[in-house]
């Protein structure tokens, strides 16, 4: 079974650290509505840009994504 991006991004939780990765983690890790059996960049993309939380976090999104794809 394949791994969804929640499952990926939560490796980064931190809640003491202050890098991208992290704070992005965070914030998903934190939000009782994210999408957390979505493994469709769209799904997941839209959810993020409609939600003003992730507004500087989109950019880091992109990246993750990226690692993501990789890691699957």
């Not at 994210?34 to 500087?56: A, V």
Request: hydrophobic fraction near 30%; aromatic fraction near 18%; proline fraction near 3%.
């Amino acid at each position: 079974m394949q791994q969804t991006y929640y499952q990926f991004i939560s490796r980064f939780v931190d809640y003491d650290a202050d890098d991208p990765m992290s704070r992005l983690a965070n914030a998903i890790h934190q939000d009782i509505g994210f999408p957390k059996q979505s493994e469709d960049f769209d799904e997941i993309s839209r959810y993020l840009e409609h939600n003003s939380r992730y507004g500087k976090l989109l950019m880091i999104f992109d990246d993750s994504w990226h690692q993501y794809q990789y890691s699957i």
